[in-house]
């Protein structure tokens, strides 16, 4: 069973950093791009970041840019999220997506944690 | 980037009653690259469809996906209790972009 769970959120001040962390098992990690998306509370769904298998290949959205950074571990099945420069419009649940790859394409999330929350406030 | 626009915000209906979600795109949607997840209150998303019409594993026939370039609809047949949930369509031709989504709510 595929599994993918998140850790490492809570409340921070703006300005603040945090390190999300998402422990997965159940399939084989290294194969498989990995995402980040988020969901601000009430609100809908926000792709963050990706990385490849490899780490060859790392994507941002616009509004992290700069002040995000994913990164993997491939011997620990493990992905991450270093945030830092933190503002109150990055509260949000993060949630840790297996990529899904099919007819050319890919950033399709088939897989997903459970989400974690963040809060930025003071 | 490209901005997808689901309608109606909410849709009331009753068990065994036909939703019909739809989700425009401001520009193509390279090779219809269009999926649609179900959020339920406090889970995480559920891929539904991709490709605009294909079906993830395990998904029922009930669902049904179809359209191309910038219109795409998802249609419910019959719905069942456990279908009544928040629904988003997403591109994947482009950076990937979200649906406002849609709530489907027992009338």
């Known amino acids: 069973e595929v599994q993918l769970v998140e850790s490492g959120g809570g409340l921070v001040k703006p300005g603040g950093s945090l390190r999300l962390s998402c422990a997965t098992s159940?399939?084989?990690?290294?194969?498989?791009?990995m995402n980040w998306v988020r969901q601000a509370p009430g609100k809908g769904l926000e792709w963050v970041s990706s990385?490849?298998?490899?780490?060859?290949?790392?994507y941002y959205a616009d509004s992290v840019k700069g002040r995000f950074t994913i990164s993997r571990d491939n011997a620990k099945n493990s992905l991450y999220l270093q945030m830092n420069s933190l503002r109150a419009e990055d509260t949000a649940v993060y949630y840790c997506?297996?990529?899904?790859?099919?007819?050319?394409?890919?950033?399709?999330?088939?897989?997903w944690g459970q989400g974690i929350l963040v809060t930025v406030s003071s | 980037e490209i901005v997808l626009t689901q309608s109606p915000g909410t849709l009331s209906l009753s068990p065994g009653e036909r939703a019909t979600l739809s989700c425009r795109a401001s520009?193509?949607?390279?090779?219809?690259?269009l999926a649609w997840y179900q959020q339920k209150p406090g889970q995480a998303p559920r891929l539904l469809m991709y490709?605009?019409?294909a079906r993830a594993t395990g998904i029922p026939n009930r669902f049904s996906g179809s359209g191309s370039g910038t219109d795409f609809t998802l249609i419910i047949y019959g719905l069942e209790p456990e279908d009544f949930a928040v629904y988003y369509c997403?591109?994947?031709?482009?950076?990937?972009?979200f649906g406002q989504g849609t709530k489907v709510e027992i009338k």
């Open positions: 159940g399939f084989t990690f290294s194969s498989y791009i």
């Open positions: 520009q193509s949607v390279n090779n219809d690259y």
């Open positions: 990385i490849s298998s490899s780490s060859s290949y790392i």
């Open positions: 997403q591109q994947y031709g482009d950076s990937p972009t």
């Open positions: 997506a297996r990529d899904y790859c099919t007819g050319g394409s890919c950033n399709l999330f088939d897989s």
């Open positions: 490709s605009a019409s």
